[in-house]
């Protein structure tokens, strides 16, 4: 199958043919490591492992994922400087150093990162590689090197900064999100990593070192300019380094448009000559109750918030992949809660084809319906909703104890493929509840038929029995469930 996508580039869906066919490179702005994820982040996430399973599983291309750790930033290097006892064992002791006191801050989070991954379901093997900002500055400052060279970077003060006028003359900046050019002022300089598209300016490549900040030693036009990188470079130089250019999609929240990916396609355009990706593909953002979930707004929860209280995050996983990537997604606990029931519901459906009588009705057609809609509407931009609708549209009719001897193995096979994207089921049988003994478990079965074929004095007696044993049925229109009586 193949799959369409919007490309912010174009702004339109197009259909997604790989560069080079060997397999499809994607790289995704991964997280900064200087707090705990929030959900937000962990969603931004979310819609690159959705992105490549589908590649992978129903386009059937190999995939090269690259998603980068951030660790040097404004953020970092200011939280790093202050200390923490969370992070920091050594702390009231720090290092004189502000290398170590970075990694110190940078690893406990990156760690912390890794097990968010895990426990919301991104598998580490799917992912290629998750370089770290500080391993590649040899590549950055050759790139801004190139960009110097080729005339579009200049020096002042220590630092290095784009020249966006002088890329204005011959390449068109706002390729990605129209930004408000009428406020630019050639020469006026910025050196914060974000800014806003009322603040266009000459954004910093790379900064002088200030006070007590980590730096690398870098010559450039024969001058020493000690310092670090600015934000925006480190991704054109992984990405360069890891995937080559262009590669094929790129990925990042919305907020990253402006300036982060402007900048990027400009450096690498610059610097290496060529386009940085075919598709930019961006995810909308999660919100709470109508602002972007944000640490900045202290309106964020991270995933241990909820697994404290008591949340599964297989649950949590599905709240969020059950929704189109490029629309904002309002997180509520309600939300949350009735995301959890129907994940639930899905995942009875399947012990149920573990379990009790085989139906005689022939639901091929309905299944054949369901892997349709399903993988066409996942192939649609990765409409999740739609999918998943499909998926409760044929467990509506079909229900689990209908199935033939046929069907249920059909439907185990497609649930398993469709499980492969969505990574929330367990598709086995029920876990043995040890609890209930084996003859409870063997009358339960012998009244469920005694009831299936009518026989109703012989199913109140079996009933009687298993009450005497300590136990009682709770019928479903379809299945049964044993309890222990209270
Ligand atoms: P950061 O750790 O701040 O560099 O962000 C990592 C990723 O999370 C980026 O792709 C951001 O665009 C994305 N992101 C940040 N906040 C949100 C949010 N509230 N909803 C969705 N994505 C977000
Ligand atoms: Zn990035």
């Given at each position: 199958m193949k799959l369409s996508l919007y490309n912010t580039l174009t702004k339109k869906i197009e259909p997604f043919e790989p560069l080079n066919?060997?397999?499809?490179?994607?790289?995704?702005?991964?997280?900064?490591?200087?707090?705990?994820?929030?959900?937000g982040n962990l969603k931004a996430f979310l819609f690159p492992d959705?992105?490549?399973?589908?590649?992978?599983?129903?386009c059937g291309?190999?995939?090269?994922?690259?998603m980068n750790i951030t660790d040097i930033d404004d953020k970092t290097i200011r939280d790093s400087a202050i200390g923490s006892e969370r992070w920091n064992p050594a702390f009231g002791e720090q290092s004189l150093d502000p290398k170590v006191n970075l990694k110190v801050l940078t690893s406990f989070y990156e760690q912390e990162f890794r097990n968010d991954l895990a426990m919301i379901g991104i598998k580490h093997s799917d992912i290629s590689i998750m370089p770290r900002a500080t391993d590649f500055i040899a590549d950055m400052q050759d790139l801004i090197r190139n960009i110097h060279d080729s005339g579009y970077a200049y020096i002042s003060e220590g630092s290095v900064y784009f020249d966006v006028a002088k890329?204005?003359?011959?390449?068109?900046?706002?390729?990605?999100?129209?930004?408000?050019?009428?406020?630019?002022?050639?020469?006026?300089?910025?050196?914060?990593?974000?800014?806003?598209?009322e603040h266009v300016s000459d954004f910093v490549l790379w900064k002088a070192v200030k006070d007590a900040e980590p730096f690398w030693d870098f010559t450039v036009a024969e001058q020493q300019l000690p310092g670090r990188p600015g934000w925006h470079i480190e991704c054109s130089a992984m990405g360069h380094a890891l995937l080559g250019l262009p590669f094929d999609i790129h990925t990042g929240g919305v907020d990253l448009r402006f300036p982060h990916h402007e900048d990027e396609i400009a450096?690498?355009?610059?610097?290496?000559?060529?386009?940085?990706?075919?598709?930019?593909?961006?995810?909308?953002?999660?919100?709470?109750?109508?602002?972007?979930?944000?640490?900045?707004?202290?309106?964020?929860?991270?995933?241990?918030?909820?697994?404290d209280k008591g949340m599964d995050p297989m649950d949590i996983r599905f709240s969020m992949v059950n929704a189109q990537y490029g629309s904002v997604f309002n997180f509520t606990e309600f939300g949350l809660e009735s995301a959890s029931k129907a994940r639930k519901r899905v995942q009875e459906y399947i012990y149920s084809c573990f379990e009790g009588n085989l139906g005689h009705d022939n639901h091929a057609e309905e299944l054949h319906r369901l892997k349709q809609d399903f993988?066409?509407?996942?192939?649609?931009?990765?409409?999740?909703?739609?999918?998943i609708e499909a998926l409760f549209t044929f467990m509506k009719m079909c229900p689990a104890q209908a199935l033939s001897h046929r069907d249920r193995p059909?439907?185990?096979?497609?649930?398993?493929?469709?499980?492969?994207?969505?990574?929330?089921?367990?598709i086995a049988p029920r876990p043995e509840m040890d609890e209930i003994p084996k003859e409870v478990?063997?009358?339960?079965?012998?009244?469920?038929?005694?009831?299936?074929?009518?026989?109703?004095?012989?199913?109140?007696?079996?009933?009687?029995?298993?009450?005497?044993?300590?136990?009682?049925?709770?019928?479903?229109?379809?299945?049964?469930t044993i309890l222990k009586e209270e």
């Open positions: 066919d060997a397999e499809v490179r994607i790289y995704s702005c991964g997280p900064t490591v200087y707090d705990y994820a929030h959900l959705i992105l490549q399973r589908t590649l992978r599983i129903v291309y190999r995939v090269k994922w690259v890329w204005r003359e011959k390449e068109h900046y706002g390729r990605l999100f129209a930004i408000d050019v009428e406020h630019f002022k050639s020469g006026v300089r910025i050196d914060a990593d974000e800014y806003s598209r450096q690498s355009k610059a610097g290496y000559g060529q386009e940085t990706a075919q598709f930019w593909c961006h995810n909308e953002f999660l919100e709470v109750e109508g602002k972007k979930m944000s640490k900045s707004f202290g309106n964020f929860y991270t995933l241990r918030d909820l697994l993988f066409s509407a996942l192939c649609d931009d990765l409409h999740m909703p739609r999918a059909a439907f185990l096979e497609l649930i398993h493929d469709i499980n492969e994207i969505v990574g929330v089921w367990t478990k063997e009358l339960a079965q012998q009244r469920w038929d005694a009831k299936a074929s009518k026989d109703f004095t012989k199913a109140d007696v079996l009933r009687k029995e298993i009450s005497a044993r300590g136990y009682v049925i709770k019928d479903s229109k379809d299945s049964y």
